[in-house]
């Protein structure tokens, strides 16, 4: 049974850094896609970045794009995203996410399996 878990969230100041983790178990190969998503409270989940089975190639959304960067290392089955010039609207919860076949997708709907999100603060 595939379960991820994330970690490394909390509370920082604005203009600070957090690096989150997602460990990955019960998959016994490295072809499948994985992404970050983020809700805030009463907000829709939104996507912030993804990365192809290889890790060469990484998607991220504009609001992101330049601060965060996401990767991952396939034979210690973990992805990261670490954030840079965190900013109060980056406050939400982060899920983990992966989708096993296909491109990386901004979509929610098209992955499969989460974890159970990491709280994310950032104070002005």
């Known amino acids: 049974q595939v379960q991820l878990v994330e970690s490394g969230g909390g509370l920082v100041q604005a203009g600070g850094s957090l690096r989150l983790s997602c460990a990955d178990s019960?998959?016994?190969?490295?072809?499948?896609?994985m992404g970050w998503f983020r809700q805030a409270p009463g907000k829709e989940r939104d996507f912030v970045a993804a990365?192809?089975?290889?890790?060469?190639?990484?998607y991220y959304a504009d609001s992101v794009k330049g601060r965060f960067t996401i990767s991952r290392d396939n034979a210690k089955n973990t992805m990261s995203l670490q954030m840079n010039s965190l900013k109060p609207e980056d406050t939400a919860v982060y899920y983990c996410?992966?989708?096993?076949?296909?491109?990386?997708?901004?979509?929610?709907?098209?992955?499969?399996?989460w974890g159970q999100g990491t709280q994310v603060a950032v104070s002005s």
């Open positions: 996410a992966s989708k096993s076949s296909g491109f990386p997708s901004p979509s929610a709907s098209a992955y499969e399996y």
């Open positions: 019960g998959r016994s190969r490295s072809n499948y896609v």
């Open positions: 990365v192809n089975w290889s890790g060469g190639s990484t």
